[in-house]
């Protein structure tokens, strides 16, 4: 499992521990304000309406008798009687909130306070009836005011009862719905810190691993391979880091390598030259050709500091590029000449037209035409010919230099195009830089052109400077 995805399974339980919390808390709030819209319309109503009945069985008590407010006050008494049986008593209501508080009485244990509710109403009915009637004949009796005084009293304590009852039920879902609340937090708390400690210890512990790999690389240059196994993203950062240092490591070496061959290369033409002006001295009869060999040791060395600055300029992107009309069949039989004074053992048997015109950098072409010789006199065998073709065409001109050699397997037809590549020369231990191929590459690509490297059968490699005309 990725990283990504465990930080995901993370986000959603944290996502939904909090949409859990936040459900229950509006249910709890609706519950509450449905309990108290059912406390305030079914028991505290009808407690005021009591209490309101009471005032008036005062009134009739302690006011002097007049028939006609009696009469009222009767019928008022006998009216809130009638409706309390039809409406608010829970006996054979089947109205919501008589249910429901029915269940709330069920859940407490006071389902008794029913029958004493229905009892309580029918003495006030009997009462209040006859109340009513009192006031039409002789009049009310203290003994009927003590009466219905007590039956409202008694109805009142009933529904104090059913307060008690609700605030209990209010009290016990309030508890239920912290209990709740407490084990969805607890259990999402839990789930976030599970996953959290997994997904720490799949990065953490690796995470330090990368980083101490990142250090020891900037501090030592050292590369060693972490070997992460998996397809999560850490796996597979560490192995784009082990293949990248790697590559890197390969190379400083190789590019040490390089440095070290091409101080060679330099310091041979240099020791050369130092080499045969001693001799001039020493012995002026060999001074013309000490001169000879001078100028010729001399032009090498140039064109490799040459090549080493053209190298830098276009790892740069900075190869300057200037084009003239050129002759490349001209050009070509100068480098040919070049390259067999300074190799002596490999003629170049050059087959081209008089001259084949075209537009181009002389100086990067020149250059271009002295590397693609010189690699081939360095893998040719020994005492061995390269033949050397110029073939002009309506758009292009190819240049063509077969070796006579081994063949090239295909690995090492993709290595001799590397920048800080080495070869091999069949005469001499030492490894030789060909920075020139890769240069020679470059300027046929600037030019719009390619170099092309294949293998004949039995005959050696061919290389193929494919320039526009």
């Known amino acids: 499992m990725s990283v990504g995805h465990r930080l995901s399974f993370l986000v959603a339980a944290e996502l939904l521990t909090a949409l859990a919390l936040v459900v229950l808390g509006f249910v709890s709030l609706e519950r509450l304000a449905s309990s108290s819209q059912f406390l305030h319309r079914f028991v505290l109503v009808p407690i005021q309406a009591i209490d309101g009945a009471l005032d008036d069985v005062g009134y009739l008590g302690d006011h002097p008798r007049d028939p006609a407010d009696d009469q009222v006050i009767a019928g008022r008494l006998e009216a809130f009687a009638r409706h309390y049986g039809r409406d608010i008593q829970i006996a054979g209501n089947s109205g919501p909130d008589a249910q429901r508080q029915k269940a709330q009485l069920q859940e407490v244990g006071r389902l008794d306070l029913i029958d004493e509710e229905t009892h309580a109403v029918a003495l006030l009915k009997q009462d209040t009836d006859r109340v009513w009637a009192a006031t039409s004949g002789a009049g009310v009796t203290p003994a009927d005011l003590d009466a219905l005084h007590a039956d409202l009293r008694e109805l009142l304590r009933i529904n104090l009862e059913f307060v008690d009852a609700a605030e209990a039920d209010i009290t016990a879902s309030a508890a239920r719905t912290r209990t709740a609340l407490v084990l969805v937090g607890l259990c999402g708390v839990a789930l976030a810190g599970a996953l959290a400690w997994r997904v720490r210890r799949a990065i953490a512990p690796r995470v330090s691993v990368l980083v101490q790999k990142v250090k020891k690389f900037q501090e030592f240059g050292v590369n060693e391979r972490t070997l992460m196994s998996g397809r999560d993203d850490i796996a597979v950062l560490a192995n784009a880091l ?103 053992s490999h003629r170049v048997c050059m087959h081209a037209p008089r001259s084949a015109h075209m537009l181009a950098d002389e100086t990067l072409v020149t250059h271009a035409l002295w590397s693609l010789l010189t690699y081939a006199g360095a893998v040719s065998a020994s005492d061995s010919p390269i033949d050397l073709a110029v073939e002009p065409s309506t758009a292009r001109v190819l240049v063509t230099c077969q070796i006579h050699g081994p063949s090239l397997p295909p690995e090492d037809q993709m290595r001799i195009f590397d920048p800080f590549a080495t070869i091999q020369y069949e005469v001499d231990a030492r490894p030789r830089s060909t920075m020139g191929l890769f240069l020679c590459r470059e300027i046929a690509r600037v030019h719009g052109g390619s170099l092309r490297v294949s293998d004949r059968a039995g005959i050696g490699p061919a290389l193929t400077l494919d320039l526009p005309a």
């Not at 790697?246 to 190379?251: H, K, L």
């Open 242 to 344: 082990d293949v990248g240092f790697a590559a890197i490591a390969d190379r400083n070496r190789e590019r040490e390598r390089f440095l070290a061959v091409a101080a060679h290369e330099l310091e041979t033409p240099m020791a050369s030259i130092l080499g045969f002006v001693q001799s001039a001295i020493e012995n002026p009869a060999q001074r013309e050709r000490a001169l000879q060999v001078i100028q010729r040791q001399t032009r090498r060395l140039g064109r490799l500091v040459e090549e080493l600055l053209w190298a830098a300029s276009v790892r740069a992107g900075e190869l300057e590029f200037h084009p003239v009309p050129l002759d490349l069949a001209d050009v070509t039989r100068r480098m040919a000449e070049e390259v067999e004074e300074t190799m002596p």
